[in-house]
């Protein structure tokens, strides 16, 4: 199974079928490739240093963001980080880019399904009658 990163909700990884998605920390180097995995496009590193340290010279926020960077490396999901001289970005499988798909192509009960399993995540069958509700009709 392929990487997948579940950005509506709480953020979580998914890199086996056959375990839970994992819990994405909030970190900033987290942020910084959540961002990046969100837009799924290239992303100037002067516009990403400027979101995450607006202050300071443009020498010491590019460090900052060369930081982050390696630190975001460290997760297992960020092999697919991209990096040139002036630009980024994270090729990965998202639910966002799933959803605006089913948007795009006018499948609305593949968008509903989505919207519901996000809607249903982490709740447990055992709780209210609603509660149950939502899990049993997950996709």
């Not at 998202?94 to 989505?114: E, G, H, K, P």
């Amino acid at each position: 199974m392929p990487i997948e990163l579940r950005l509506l909700g709480m953020p979580a990884v998914q890199t086996n079928s056959s375990q839970p998605p994992q819990i994405i920390p909030n970190t900033k180097p987290a942020l910084l490739m959540l961002y990046l995995a969100y837009t799924g496009e290239w992303i100037h590193r002067a516009s990403l240093a400027s979101m995450f340290q607006s202050f300071g010279s443009d020498s010491s926020v590019r460090r900052y963001l060369r930081v982050l960077l390696n630190r975001a490396r460290a997760f297992p999901w960020a092999q697919t980080l991209e990096i040139e001289s002036e630009r980024l970005r994270l090729s990965v499988i998202t639910d966002v880019q799933r959803f605006r798909a089913a948007i795009a192509a006018q499948q609305w009960s593949n968008r509903l399904c989505l919207a519901r399993e996000n809607v249903a995540r982490g709740v447990r069958r055992s709780g209210s009658a609603c509660a149950g509700s939502l899990v049993g009709t997950r996709a």
